[in-house]
């Protein structure tokens, strides 16, 4: 069965520190890979996604995450997180062919970014 | 355009009933998937509906169920509730590979 696995559950940063986050994914054959963030109070939003091509994508608020294919890796990285920034991020995962909308989440990452 | 709505908000309903939930997706999205979200299991997949048809499912009881009326508007149905029931259920909508996710009914069983 594919899953997907966050290494850290919590995470503390000062603003301005560097944030990569953990993630790897169960699944032999093509994947999508996605990064959501909620943040409190607030709905799911989509904050990157990776279907083909270039390994190295970007998203919104400067975000970016690299895809490893050998790894089965797709961390999350941004160079100088914002108080803003703290919030639960996701990672998942849907098949790439036929997988339709079925995401597979991980157990999620509690940033916290302290002025 | 609107985002995904879910109604109700917030639910409180005791052992043993059922409850319906409801999402209405964007305008023109033919696909919805319903979440649950908890914070000992996470979110986790319940189902997908795409033209009136399930075309996924998760791994949850037969209590969990949903349709998908002609307009794309979708309902999911829990019967028999019981007290690990308790979660945020999350719809979201989709036109081809991204979800977008509605706000969410928070469900208490008592």
């Known amino acids: 069965a594919q899953s997907v696995s966050q290494h850290n559950h919590h995470v503390i940063l000062s603003e301005a520190a560097s944030l990569e986050l953990g993630c790897n994914y169960s699944?032999?054959?093509?994947?999508?890979l996605f990064w959501y963030v909620q943040y409190p109070g607030q709905h799911l939003q989509l904050l990157l996604k990776?279907?083909?091509?270039?390994?190295l994508v970007k998203g919104i608020k400067g975000f970016e995450a690299e895809f490893i294919k050998s790894k089965f890796s797709f961390n999350l990285r941004k160079p100088s997180v914002q108080w803003s920034d703290t919030a639960e991020y996701f990672c998942?995962?849907?098949?790439?062919?036929?997988?339709?909308?079925?995401?597979?989440f991980g157990a999620g990452t509690r940033l916290a970014v302290h002025p | 355009k609107a985002g995904v709505t879910q109604t109700p908000r917030y639910l409180i309903k005791t052992r043993g009933q059922q409850v319906t939930l409801s999402c209405s997706p964007i305008?023109?999205?033919?696909?919805v998937s319903w979440y649950q979200q908890t914070p000992g299991q996470g979110l986790q997949f319940l189902f997908e509906?795409?033209?009136?048809?399930?075309?996924n499912k998760g791994n949850f009881p037969g209590r969990f169920s949903g349709r998908q009326f002609s307009n794309s508007r979708s309902e999911m149905n829990v019967s028999t509730l019981e007290l690990g029931d308790s979660a945020l259920y999350l719809c979201a909508s989709s036109s081809s590979n991204e979800q977008f996710f509605g706000p969410g009914t928070r469900l208490t069983v008592l």
């Open positions: 305008s023109g999205h033919r696909s």
């Open positions: 990776y279907f083909s091509g270039d390994p």
């Open positions: 509906y795409f033209s009136e048809t399930q075309r």
């Open positions: 699944y032999g054959g093509t994947v999508n």
């Open positions: 998942a995962v849907t098949p790439g062919r036929g997988g339709y909308n079925k995401l597979i």
